[in-house]
């Protein structure tokens, strides 16, 4: 393994800090009577949460790390990232329409991205807070993957062991978005012990955890992805999109164990059930 790109205790303890100002901002506005929501041009909604999260987000490492970029859903991204170089990625509220509809179901996003000086980009490291579920996730490239519960000691967390689909647990959102694969899905979901529409980020941290064994979503962009990514893999699992390419840089994503990641693409792409369940 390559080594770390920076200084690794440092960035965590900063992804800490931003997580911390995140979640002061947005839990003050959870179910506020006066949230103020509007419609993106995607048709999807953004709040005032998102958006004063993304903005102190940005100052503060501008502050902090002002050789660093910044990617963020609701602001942008820079025009040109040069090889050599690293980029946080930021999505403030990820579950926008669990916040607003009072569904403790949301968290702030933070990944942390080097490029090399061949332009290739590797998620380095990330963090998840959900502070109305009270917890957080977070890791970095060899350090392993953790979590803290309401504000207490740090436990290392690793992807379950399982390894036959009849004994195990999937995880989604919905199934919305699957297009052609929607019937190789449909008939995936037969063959494991148990589904749950649990959803978003918590999905893929429950895969970390140990506590589900796959987790999928057929639409994403890369501030969805980015910490999910690192999390699962230092947690010992595997992060991918629908065709396999490791990571978050892709459209899609799909956490897993490495025992299931591959029955999981196997049965999602197997040619001849794309039609079927639609």
Known sequence: ??????????????????????????????????????????????????RAVELKIRELLKAERPKDLVVGEEFGRPDVISPNSRYWVIDPIDGTKNFLRGVPIWATLIGLVHRDAAGKDEIVAGIVSAPALFRRWYAALGFGAFTEVNGGIATQIYASKVSNLKDASLSFSDL??????????????????????????????????????????????????????????????????????????????????????????GSINEPGNSQSGN
Do not use: C
């Not at 960035?11 to 800490?16: A, V, Y």
């Not at 992805?225 to 595997?238: N, T």
């Open 1 to 50: 393994m390559r080594a770390y790109p920076g200084d690794i205790n440092s960035d965590i303890e900063l992804m800490k800090r931003l997580a911390d100002v995140s979640d002061e901002i947005s839990l003050d506005r959870y179910s506020a009577q006066d949230l103020k929501i509007e419609t993106k041009p995607d048709s999807t909604p953004v709040t005032d949460a998102d």
């Open 176 to 265: 919305a978005g699957w297009g052609e694969r929607k019937g190789s899905y449909l008939n995936f979901m037969e063959k494991v012990w148990r589904v749950r529409g649990i959803g978003d980020f918590w999905s893929h941290m429950l895969v970390a955890e140990g506590a589900v064994d796959i987790a999928a979503e057929p639409s994403l962009a890369l501030w969805d992805m980015a910490p999910l990514a690192i999390i699962v893999a230092e947690a010992g699992g595997i992060f991918s999109d629908l065709d396999g390419s490791v990571g978050p840089f892709g459209k899609s994503g799909v956490s897993a164990n490495r025992s299931l990641h591959p029955l999981f693409l």
